[in-house]
């Protein structure tokens, strides 16, 4: 996902929040700014979750960046102490502070390019890590930039790119990956993939599909094999994927589509994941197998909508509509 170019013009200004920064920093106090129990010191709106402390996103858009680019004063020098000091210092309330204001901020670099300035990076995620150990908080405890930094901050992200892939295990990892093994023991891998009968899918309990989730099935299955030492999964995976294109099956079609989109965000937001299956030319012949099926898609109902209006807004996607730009962006490197 090509990210943004950050203008602060972009956004209204509040000069009451900057002042605020402002007359924090005069008198050495930035972090009351950043925590906001004090009234005259708290920067947030109306709709803010808690109205007793700092929103962190309007003190970063509002306050600090500001600041920082018409004024300078070593605002990232001082949020990035005033950081430390409450998360190795401060009350469970300012830890929970703490992590708000790293979340927003790498909230924030996901989506821009070119911020005015940053002060995250492994070092802060292991003190933060560190603290929450101590005080046995499960307070981020599956988020990917906590469970591994040094795979989260890739070269590539510290370059303002993707961040690195990192592997969460979830609960129901194990029961997927023996599912596929199962399935690929008995010649049935295909009809997992597909999930048209219920003893050959993959789905968890809030998935919105009735038949194999594909999120389920790469996250906790194809990617947890490979990174296990079965890099056979990624041939597998492939073979399966071009026997559904050619079998002339409608829903096995729609599948194919969930698949590669699945596949697509991973990419697009993460460097160094654990395989592709996709080059140009099964991009053109899935495309083209739409095409071909056209009448019986037209005809073929999941969930409200026929399977070629699912597949013409899965074609919405760089991948298929600009498949050259999208494998030079992202592929080609």
Not at 3 to 9: A, E, F, R, S, V
Not at 115 to 135: A, G, H, T
Not at 162 to 191: C, L, S, T, W
Not at 194 to 223: A, F, H, P
Request: hydrophobic content about 35%; glycine content about 4%; aromatic content about 12%.
């Amino acid at each position: 996902m090509k990210k943004k170019t950050y203008d602060i013009n972009n956004f209204e200004s509040q000069e009451w929040a900057e002042q605020r920064v402002l007359n924090a920093v005069k008198c050495g106090c930035l972090k009351l700014v950043i925590y906001g129990a004090v009234p005259d010191y708290r920067i947030n709106n109306r709709y803010s979750y808690y109205q007793d402390l700092t929103d962190t996103e309007d003190l970063i858009r509002y306050g600090l960046y500001p600041v920082y680019l018409k004024y300078g004063l070593n605002i990232d020098e001082l949020t990035r102490k005033a950081i430390e000091e409450m998360i190795e210092n401060g009350s469970e309330r300012e830890v929970s502070q703490a992590f708000d204001y790293i979340m927003s901020e790498l909230s924030n670099r996901e989506d821009y390019s070119n911020l005015p300035f940053s002060i995250v990076d492994k070092e802060l995620m292991y003190k933060l890590k560190d603290r929450l150990k101590k005080d046995n908080s499960d307070m981020g405890k599956d988020w990917n930039p906590l469970v591994d930094p040094d795979a989260y901050f890739s070269e590539e992200y510290l370059n303002g790119g993707r961040h690195g892939y990192v592997h969460v295990p979830y609960d129901d990892e194990k029961d997927v990956m023996n599912r596929i093994m199962e399935a690929i023991n008995n010649g049935h891998f295909v009809d997992l993939m597909i999930g048209e009968k219920e003893e050959y899918r993959v789905r968890s309990s809030d998935s919105q599909t009735s038949y194999t989730d594909m999120y389920d099935l790469i996250n906790n299955g194809l990617y947890p094999l490979y990174l296990s030492g079965m890099h056979e999964i990624k041939k597998m995976t492939r073979n399966a994927i071009e026997t559904m294109v050619d079998s002339g099956n409608p829903i096995a079609l729609f599948q194919v589509y969930d698949y590669i989109s699945k596949e697509v965000f991973v990419i697009e937001n993460c460097c160094n994941y654990p395989f592709s299956i996709l080059d140009k030319e099964l991009i053109s012949r899935i495309k083209r197998k739409r095409i071909d099926m056209g009448e019986i898609l037209k005809y073929t109902v999941v969930d409200n909508k026929t399977v070629w209006e699912r597949a013409e807004q899965r074609e919405k996607m760089r991948v298929f509509s600009d498949t050259d730009a999208f494998f030079k962006e992202y592929m080609e490197q």
